[in-house]
């Protein structure tokens, strides 16, 4: 058995499929081993340091002898242990446990003291935070300043006790490699490489000294973090920091921006919002309405992904548009120029998808996933290999126009030889996914109900001619067939696939809105007003409570101050005039 004097663990149990999971973490003051003691197994889980760590062993004999003497002290390892299994099912997935952060150079003159006060600052709005660099570890009170010296044990200890004084340390390395950037490393939790967005992506001569030390076999997560002119547009070229580098993710923050530090601090210490939009054709519009909500209430986006038409939504916020924007980019996309349903042969697909590439075009244009303001992702479905596919690198309207092609409607998009289509055929409501990138943070749902509400009250029995159908059509004075049309009836095929998974996806979040904006067709992107304003007022109904729950004051009295600012919400969104 082990007892954790200091530093942290993570265990790690493999599974059936041969790869490993985190199942938790261990902090100072925790056991691990006691188990496998207790009942003489063999231990069920693998540990590892995550950062530098100091562990008190206990052999087998010694463990029996101290319960033999201190017999009270089984009733705490038996606490510990029920906290760990109730946690474990009240709270099933991994929560961010960071406590110490090491800021890194990336690149060439990267202002590493400058954003390590500011993320300081914002950390210290969750908690007491401490920003240490060489020249405050070396002024601290006491002997054996120098770290490297023979008062190693000293100096872990001192800087445990910080770790108990303060909720979060931040370690700003030095520029080069050094005995106290190694230290910065070996006491990280987490670990932010930061470069300028913009300039040269290769690796600069500070961080070239730093390379050597092996990032691979850190426990601790690595992010890249890009900073950008506060009149920055978008960011761009993030490609090539990415390639020279083995992270875990990236981040983009304007460098005077007290919102984008803020959102970087609630991913940091896990409390960051994961919003994920299902699909659900024109219906999917809603989600413009519900995040104009979700903004108004308080609740901040940190990161964003979705499916078919909730990919569009999720990509354009992600870009940077606000709501306003958001309505107007339907408006001149979607409703404007008429029907996207430019129909040819069906030999592939009923429609040819001209239509819909160019309107993604013209909004999204060149931009590539890695250059959005906010970290999002899409899913689409793999026909070649029967499995799910998550796209959160590469051309952004290629990706969303792999998520949006329902099989049959919108011809397929190769990929590296392979067949993408619609992502609600695998994962309509991708809030799984979600979880794997938000660092421990809270998912929340948007579901649009598809309830296609096919019916044909048995107007053409068991067999319709097409060419009766049309002929009805095109004559004004013959009563026409009622009855659903092939883009519906393939469009609802596609969801039912989805449909039975739909459930526990929903449980998955955190919350899940649910937008019931019926009877609108599933292809009646004329009744964008209509949909929009059932996205605003199903979540600003829903989601007062939980927001209030995450603040600690009411929802509406965040309103009335939103009112009394002249930002007032209306009954239904103010829908500007194309």
């Known amino acids: 058995m082990y007892l954790l004097v200091s530093g942290r663990l993570r265990a790690y149990v493999e599974r059936a499929e041969g790869d490993e999971i985190v199942v938790g973490e261990v902090?100072?003051?925790?056991?691990?081993?006691?188990?496998?003691?207790?009942?003489?197994?063999p231990r069920s889980a693998t540990v590892r340091a995550v950062r530098d760590s100091e562990l008190l062993k206990l052999s087998k004999e010694v463990f029996d002898h101290f319960m033999e003497k201190h017999p009270l002290a089984m009733k705490q390892i038996a606490r510990v242990n029920l906290m760990r299994l109730r946690r474990t099912i009240l709270f099933p997935r991994v929560e961010s446990t960071v406590a110490t952060i090491a800021v890194v150079p990336a690149g060439r003159d990267a202002p590493l003291s400058s954003f390590a006060e500011r993320l300081a600052r914002a950390l210290g709005a969750v908690g007491p935070t401490l920003h240490l660099n060489r020249d405050r570890f070396e002024r601290r009170p006491g002997p054996a300043r120098r770290p490297g010296t023979a008062a190693d044990s000293a100096i872990a200890a001192w800087l445990s006790e910080q770790e108990t004084k303060y909720r979060y340390v931040i370690y700003e390395s030095d520029a080069t490699q050094s005995e106290w950037t190694r230290r910065c490393l070996r006491q990280a939790d987490h670990v932010l490489a930061v470069?300028?967005?913009?300039?040269?992506?290769?690796?600069?001569?500070?961080?070239?000294?730093?390379?050597?030390?092996?990032?691979?076999?850190?426990?601790?997560?690595?992010?890249?973090?890009?900073?950008?002119?506060?009149?920055?547009?978008?960011?761009?070229?993030?490609?090539?920091?990415?390639?020279?580098?083995?992270?875990?993710?990236?981040?983009?923050?304007?460098?005077?921006?007290?919102?984008?530090?803020?959102?970087?601090?609630?991913?940091?210490?896990?409390?960051?919002?994961?919003l994920v939009l299902g699909g659900g054709g024109a219906r999917g519009m809603a989600h413009i309405g519900a995040i104009r909500a979700i903004q108004e209430l308080g609740i901040p986006i940190d990161l964003i992904g979705g499916t078919s038409s909730g990919a569009i939504i999720a990509g354009a916020l992600a870009k940077g548009l606000?709501?306003?924007?958001?309505?107007?980019?339907?408006?001149?996309?979607?409703?404007?120029?008429?029907?996207?349903?430019?129909?040819?042969?069906?030999?592939?697909?009923?429609?040819?998808?001209?239509?819909?590439?160019?309107?993604?075009?013209?909004?999204?244009?060149?931009?590539?996933?890695?250059?959005?303001?906010?970290?999002?992702?899409?899913?689409?479905?793999n026909l070649s290999r029967a499995r799910m596919v998550v796209h959160r690198r590469g051309l952004l309207r290629k990706a969303i126009r792999a998520s949006v092609s329902l099989p049959g409607i919108l011809p397929p998009v190769f990929h590296d030889r392979d067949?993408?289509?619609?992502?609600?055929?695998?994962?309509?409501?991708?809030?799984?996914?979600?979880?794997?990138?938000?660092?421990?943070?809270?998912?929340?749902?948007?579901?649009?109900?598809?309830?296609?509400?096919?019916?044909?009250?048995?107007?053409?029995?068991?067999?319709?001619?097409?060419?009766?159908?049309?002929?009805?059509?095109?004559?004004?004075?013959?009563?026409?067939?009622?009855?659903?049309?092939i883009a519906s009836i393939l469009l609802c095929a596609t969801l039912l696939n989805s449909a039975q998974a739909q459930e526990s996806l929903e449980r998955e979040a955190d919350f899940c809105v649910q937008v019931s904006p019926a009877p609108i067709g599933l292809f009646d992107f004329k009744s964008?007003?209509?949909?929009?304003?059932?996205?605003?007022?199903?979540?600003l109904k829903q989601l007062e409570g939980w927001a209030a729950s995450r603040s600690g004051d009411s929802a509406p009295g965040r309103l009335a101050k939103r009112r009394n600012s002249g930002r007032a919400p209306s009954s239904r969104p103010a829908l500007s005039p194309p």
């Open 528 to 539: 964008l007003e209509a949909i929009v304003t059932a996205g605003y007022e199903a979540a």
């Open 322 to 381: 606000d709501y306003e924007g958001l309505v107007a980019t339907a408006r001149e996309r979607l409703v404007a120029p008429g029907s996207l349903l430019d129909f040819t042969l069906p030999f592939v697909s009923l429609i040819s998808g001209r239509r819909v590439s160019k309107a993604l075009e013209r909004t999204f244009e060149d931009l590539m996933i890695e250059d959005l303001w906010l970290s999002y992702f899409c899913v689409s479905s």
């Open 195 to 274: 470069g300028l967005g913009g300039s040269d992506p290769a690796i600069g001569e500070a961080e070239a000294e730093i390379q050597p030390f092996d990032w691979r076999g850190l426990a601790a997560r690595r992010d890249l973090v890009l900073l950008h002119p506060d009149d920055a547009r978008r960011p761009i070229g993030t490609q090539g920091w990415l390639a020279a580098r083995h992270v875990d993710g990236h981040h983009h923050l304007r460098a005077h921006s007290d919102a984008d530090y803020e959102r970087l601090a609630r991913f940091l210490t896990g409390r960051a919002v994961g």
């Open 27 to 41: 902090g100072r003051g925790e056991v691990v081993g006691e188990m496998a003691l207790l009942i003489d197994e």
């Open 419 to 485: 067949l993408l289509v619609d992502g609600g055929l695998m994962n309509r409501l991708p809030v799984d996914v979600m979880r794997r990138f938000c660092n421990g943070g809270k998912v929340l749902a948007v579901n649009v109900n598809t309830t296609s509400g096919l019916e044909s009250g048995d107007a053409f029995g068991e067999h319709l001619s097409g060419w009766r159908v049309l002929a009805q059509r095109l004559n004004p004075f013959k009563s026409r067939t009622e009855g659903p049309n």
